[in-house]
């Protein structure tokens, strides 16, 4: 297919923008909704990657990422969220233009730091090296800058989702095995993670991480 | 030069003018519908402006010429502005005497003479309007430039024209920086032009207003045309976006002929009604920022232009 590779810049391109999105957004609940788009695109590259290079392993990842990362992930947030009446994440540690500055300076390291490596490998979608780079980046930002535990689990997902499209841009994805094995630990994550935040809750009347400093003994 | 050019520059023109109006009034009647009210009629704004201009001018006792003539300058300009985009045909005899970079100053000229007017009368909300609409334009004039950057990048060129001339040569050519450089461009599109999440372009609270609180001292003909003029700004911005981003349909230089023109016509149409109808949703669905909010929403799509070139160098399609 002669469209391939542009189409699959241009899914690069949006995963790009959503990472970029999710920095400059407060509420909580869009970043849930911007990380399940975030999941769709994942799905829609890796359908593409595993149809052009013939890899049928390929479909097995993309589809546990649709019932994973579309489907089963933000559920889960959402209900959380709901629950937990955290809706609101108004407090960034910087504020949001700085962050997004931030995040411009990070994305050139990323490309910066992707070129030489992508010299090196030999599939159709080594550009993309550098965007996933900077998604993965561009995620940990989001956990540094943010003070919610809500916000920087999403920030960890988030990471997650940058680390496969790296691993389907770079390698054609990981073994199956490994694959497997990480969806099933962001799911186990994500389980304890909620019932952290519930302690978290339960401790300090909030979900401020800030408050997990008073923990320490002197 | 051929008398057919000429015939189109006019004809071009004309079509904006006229059509500038009814665009606003879909964009309404759209927003309307999407909020459960009844809507105006298409042509509510034709109405108004014929009652503006049956109307007679009252005038503040202060006023000076320039207050008086900004009305004229303004709807020169936006005429002016919409002879230059090709939104119809490229092989503009007047497109060729300005590049997109002018075209940005053309704009600033008008919104220049604007605030100036504003400001004329001397009461204090003319005052606070035009402050805050030269707040929001020397962060949109950048903002709108590095998208033009995205676009200059791709064919080495800073005409409109020859953009679009590039798009119909190469149709196949897809650059993930078009992404970036398209949603900065609604972000700007909305701001320049007093739209929702910026602006309330429906307001009757002075105290919220930007673009209609320099309008405050302006009556019947004056009053409609600086109306006029910003609904053909509205919609020469969104003609360069068409040219930007979605330019199939306009008629280049080597075709010729009534069919071609009609495609080219056909094409507008549906481009205009599909984007009125995205412009409400969008703005149905954002809640106005605060003030203080937007030179962030603006610093947004300055990065997001920026970050389509970045992206350009690294993936961008290469050129046949």
């Known amino acids: ?218 | 030069m051929k008398s057919i050019t000429v015939f189109r520059q006019f004809g071009e023109m004309l079509v904006a003018i006229a059509i500038a109006p009814l665009f606003a009034g879909w964009i309404a009647q759209c927003r309307a519908w999407m909020q459960n009210r009844s809507a105006p009629p298409l042509i509510q704004p034709y109405r108004m402006l014929r009652k503006l201009f049956d109307k007679d001018v009252a005038l503040a006792e202060t006023a000076s010429p320039l207050f008086r003539i900004t009305p004229y300058i303004l709807f020169g300009t936006m005429v002016l502005a919409a002879a230059i985009i090709p939104s119809l045909a490229t092989d503009l005899p007047f497109a060729r005497a300005a590049d997109a970079i002018a075209l940005i100053g053309l704009f600033a000229t008008a919104r220049v003479f604007l605030s100036l007017a504003a400001m004329d009368i001397g009461t204090a909300f003319g005052t606070m309007g035009a402050r805050r609409e030269m707040m929001i334009g020397f962060l949109a004039e950048p903002a709108l430039l590095m998208i033009l950057f995205n676009a200059f990048l791709l064919f080495g060129s800073t005409a409109l024209p020859s953009l679009v001339d590039g798009y119909r040569a190469h149709p196949s050519l897809m650059d993930p920086s078009i992404i970036f450089a398209a949603v900065a461009f609604v972000m700007v599109l909305l701001a320049e032009n007093a739209r929702l999440p910026i602006d309330n372009p429906t307001t009757h609270l002075e105290l919220t207003m930007i673009h209609e609180a320099m309008l405050l001292e302006y009556s019947a003909r004056h009053l409609a045309l600086v109306e006029w003029a910003s609904n053909l700004k509205l919609f020469n911005y969104a003609c360069i976006g068409f040219a930007l981003f979605i330019p199939w349909g306009i008629a280049t230089h080597s075709a010729d002929g009534v069919v071609a023109m009609l495609i080219s016509d056909a094409a507008l149409a549906i481009k205009l009604i599909v984007a009125g109808a995205a412009l409400a949703l969008i703005e149905s669905l954002s809640a106005k920022v605060r003030i203080f909010r937007a030179p962030e929403y603006l610093a947004m799509s300055f990065l997001l232009a920026v970050l389509g070139l970045l992206v350009h160098l690294l993936l961008g399609a290469k050129q046949a």
């Open chain 1, 1 to 218: 297919m002669p469209y391939t590779v542009p189409i699959l810049n241009l899914l690069a391109a949006c995963l790009l923008l959503i990472s970029f999105a999710m920095l400059s957004r407060r509420r909580t609940q869009r970043l849930v909704n911007l990380f399940a788009w975030q999941g769709a695109i994942l799905f829609l590259s890796t359908c593409l990657v595993a149809h052009s290079s013939g890899l049928h392993e390929l479909y097995y990842s993309a589809a546990l990422t649709l019932l994973l990362k579309v489907i089963a992930l933000p559920l889960i947030l959402h209900r959380l969220i709901n629950r937990l009446g955290a809706q609101w994440d108004s407090e960034t540690v910087v504020n949001i233009p700085l962050t997004m500055l931030a995040g411009l300076v990070l994305v050139i390291f990323a490309f910066g730091l992707a070129q030489p490596i992508s010299m090196m490998a030999t599939t159709i979608t080594r550009n993309m090296l550098g965007i996933a780079l900077a998604v993965i980046l561009l995620s940990f930002l989001m956990m540094i800058t943010r003070r919610k535990a809500v916000t920087q689990v999403i920030g960890f997902l988030a990471m997650e989702n940058g680390l496969f499209f790296a691993a389907t841009s770079a390698t054609y994805g990981m073994p199956m095995v490994v694959e497997l094995g990480i969806a099933l630990d962001v799911l186990v994550g994500v389980f304890i993670l909620g019932l952290f935040f519930f302690q978290i809750r339960e401790q300090f009347e909030s979900l401020d991480l800030r408050n997990m400093e008073n923990l320490k003994e002197d």
